[in-house]
Structures are given as C-alpha cells and as structure tokens.
C-alpha cells in the first residue's frame, strides 16, 4: 500500500494508450470505493487516478488537469466541501461531480452545489450512474 504522503494512483484504462473515454481524478477515502469506481471506469476506457482526501487531489492536481473530478465530502484530513473551494481557485472550469454516502448526504451535495460542484451523487452508486454522471460531465 503505498505511503500516506503519497497520491494512491495507478489504475488506468484497459490499455496506458487507449484513455479515449477521458481522464478522471476519483477522491475518496474508502478503499473500497476507490477500487469499485476505479473498476468501472477503467473498464469503461477511461484513465482513472486515485487520491485518498483533498489534501492529495490538490497535490495531483497542482500538476495536471483531468477531465473530470469525483470528490467524497466527508474525509478525514482535507475534507471535500474545503477541497472544491481550493479546486475552484487552481481549476475554475474542472467538472467537479460532489458525493456523499453520510446520514446527512442530501444537506452535503446542496452545499458543494453551491460552491461549485457541478453535479451530485449520492451513495451507493451503481455503474449506469456513475458512468452517466461522468459522461455527462465531460467538457
């Protein structure tokens, strides 16, 4: 597993050279979650990078852009509502799509629609959701 200092990245589209479907940056801080929508999306052709909270998004994305954002909002560290605002301020066009699987998800998703998430999710997803989402959210 890697170090907590540094990004969890590595799962790509079928192929390193076959990223048609487009780059997305998925930041959550259950594994497991990272893992399914890594499946999905990679399965889907898109290149997938992983970051664990918004303290390693933000350091991802200091350095490239992806196509699209799919940010948790409750993390420990740098939770996502704080990390969109910071996004806003690097990247003020990035589709950023807010999720949240907590009690009180649906208050979460209308705050990080006001600060700049351009769509919502709320958790559990299936992968017709989460690829829709995406696609849709594509530039």
Known sequence: MPSSS????GCVARSETDTSAGWVLVVDDDEGVRA????VLASAGYRVDLARDGGEAIEILRNRTPDVVLMDLVMPNREG???IRELR???????VIAMSGALRNETYLKLAAVLGAGSTLAKPV??????SAVAAARP
């Open 6 to 9: 540094s990004p969890d990245i």
């Open 36 to 39: 399914y929508f890594c499946d």
């Open 81 to 83: 509502i704080e990390t």
């Open 89 to 95: 301020a690097l990247h003020p066009n990035l589709p």
């Open 126 to 131: 299936t992968p017709e959701q989460l690829l």
